[in-house]
């Protein structure tokens, strides 16, 4: 994918001491120069200097992914400082819980910014360099609740329902061009530090790990045209579904 005697550029949106940081980690240390994205500079930076330490090359560039001038600044100063991008790993989520009497209209829109128009917005600032190139690899993290809703998920389930359809959309469209599009269920809790501390009682079987999360992402973005995967789910062996 990369230009000759250039390192391969992937951008993680998201970037937090979970699935996100896992991610930067797995392709900074895989060869790839790196940009990781998020509201917060604190770790995107603390991890930026990490990564450099280790003689690989990131950046840290703060974004809100809910707002598609920041997303546009974002990306345009990526291509800047390393390139064109090969890799576009949209981790970016979140959205408040709660049932249709609970939740807000407000509350309602920031669910879908960051989790379906952040996408579309990274999406088309990566696309234009990926077409041209003939290939490239867009990743979506998404979640069980982009497959069945819950009760509490009336913010959050509709979010990650139009990221998913935008990643079919967007499979469809740019496969055929050479660029393979997948969206990634993470079906379970991932092991953050705020999670255990939120609930203690949690044991290390009911977790998804960060880094084993990534390296199915890592697998997804090597594997041959012939045999690309859509869609698949990600869960603790444990796991009811």
Do not use: C
């Not at 509201?39 to 930076?45: L, T, V, Y």
């Not at 408040?96 to 309602?108: H, S």
């Not at 044991?203 to 697998?219: N, Q, R, S």
Request: hydrophobic share 50%; glycine share 10%; charged share 20%.
């Amino acid at each position: 994918m990369a230009q000759p005697n250039k390192s391969p550029v992937a951008v993680v949106t998201g970037v937090g001491p979970g699935l996100g940081g896992a991610l930067a980690r797995r392709f900074a240390r895989g060869g790839y120069a790196v940009a990781m994205m998020a509201r917060s500079r604190g770790f995107i930076e603390e991890l930026s200097a990490e990564l450099t330490a280790e003689g690989a090359r990131a950046i840290a560039v703060s974004a809100d992914m809910g707002a598609v001038e920041q997303v546009n600044a974002a990306f345009a100063a990526v291509r800047a400082e390393l390139g064109p991008v090969d890799v576009l790993l949209y981790n970016a989520g979140g959205a408040a819980w709660g049932n249709v009497a609970e939740i807000g209209a407000e509350q309602f829109e920031q669910a879908w910014r960051v989790n379906a128009l952040g996408a579309f917005a990274s999406a088309k600032a990566v696309a234009p360099d990926m077409i041209a190139r003939g290939s490239g690899v867009m990743l979506f993290t998404g979640a069980t609740a982009g497959v069945k809703a819950g009760p509490r998920s009336a913010a959050f389930g509709p979010a990650k329902f139009a990221m998913r359809g935008l990643a079919q959309s967007l499979a469809r469209d740019l496969g055929p061009r050479g660029i393979h599009v997948a969206w990634i269920n993470v079906d379970g809790i991932i092991d953050i530090p705020h999670i255990r501390a939120r609930m203690p009682n949690l044991k290390d079987d009911d977790v998804l790990k960060p880094a084993a999360i990534a390296e199915t992402y890592w697998h997804l973005a090597h594997q041959d045209r012939s045999a690309w995967t859509m869609e698949l789910e990600v869960r603790p062996f444990k796991e009811k579904f």
